[in-house]
């Protein structure tokens, strides 16, 4: 069965304070893990589309990489404004044409 | 600017009424879904349209219902069969297949009273 797990659920993080988020993900064959931010109360935002291992992108404070069995999302220096919902999701080769989500880390940055 | 916009913002529903949720893009995209957010799962595929007068069924369509009559509309009916409708509902877009990723709206939150 194909899945997608987030972890850890919540993060709190002082200000500055480098951490990174975890999808890992078992599917039968993966076309695309993206990477999403969701503010409370809003449709979550694009940020980043991996597709092959190996492959990484960056932008300011967020730098996403991808292996075969998962992808990190890694926070240097964050900010407050950095406090969202980072969601995952992948497009998987045999399935439907849509993304699977992952559940999602909370991320709290403390001034 | 082009987008998606999801109305109404906030929709309250009483026990077996159906409502309608609307969802409209001016991006040209082909395909359109609608997902339900619920408090600690991800979100799950209610329906999905990739052309006009075409869709198909998600992990969780039982309760809903959908149309397309329109490129820019696809509007998410939900009926007195959904048993648990409170959620966070989001449509999406994506310019074709789905391997661009999708573009969102800002979501409706439908409570039952």
């Known amino acids: 069965e194909d899945q997608v797990t987030q972890s850890p659920e919540a993060l709190r993080l002082q200000e500055g304070e480098s951490s990174s988020l975890n999808c890992s993900y078992t599917?039968?064959?993966?076309?695309?893990l993206f990477w999403y931010r969701q503010d409370p109360g809003k449709g979550p935002e694009f940020l980043f589309t991996?597709?092959?291992a190996g492959e990484e992108k960056e932008k300011e404070r967020l730098k996403a990489t991808l292996t075969k069995k998962e992808s990190f999302l890694h926070i240097t220096a964050p900010k407050p404004e950095d406090s969202a919902t980072y969601l995952c999701?992948?497009?998987?080769?045999?399935?439907?044409?849509?993304?699977?989500f992952g559940t999602g880390t909370r991320l709290t940055v403390i001034p | 600017d082009g987008g998606i916009t999801q109305s109404p913002k906030y929709l309250f529903r009483k026990e077996g009424q159906n409502v309608t949720l609307s969802c409209e893009q001016n991006?040209?995209?082909?395909?359109m879904y609608w997902y339900r957010q619920d408090p600690g799962q991800g979100l799950r595929l209610i329906y999905y349209?990739?052309?006009?007068?075409?869709?198909q069924k998600g992990d969780i369509a039982e309760g809903y219902s959908v149309s397309r009559e329109k490129k820019e509309s696809f509007p998410l009916t939900v009926t007195s069969a959904q048993k648990n409708p409170t959620a966070f509902y989001l449509c999406?877009?994506?310019?074709?297949?789905?391997?661009?990723?999708?573009?969102f709206g800002s979501g409706t939150r439908l409570t039952v009273v």
């Open positions: 999406a877009s994506s310019i074709g297949g789905v391997a661009y990723g999708y573009t």
């Open positions: 599917v039968s064959g993966l076309r695309g």
């Open positions: 991996l597709y092959s």
């Open positions: 999701a992948v497009h998987i080769q045999t399935g439907a044409n849509n993304l699977f």
């Open positions: 991006l040209n995209h082909d395909a």
């Open positions: 349209s990739q052309i006009v007068n075409d869709f």
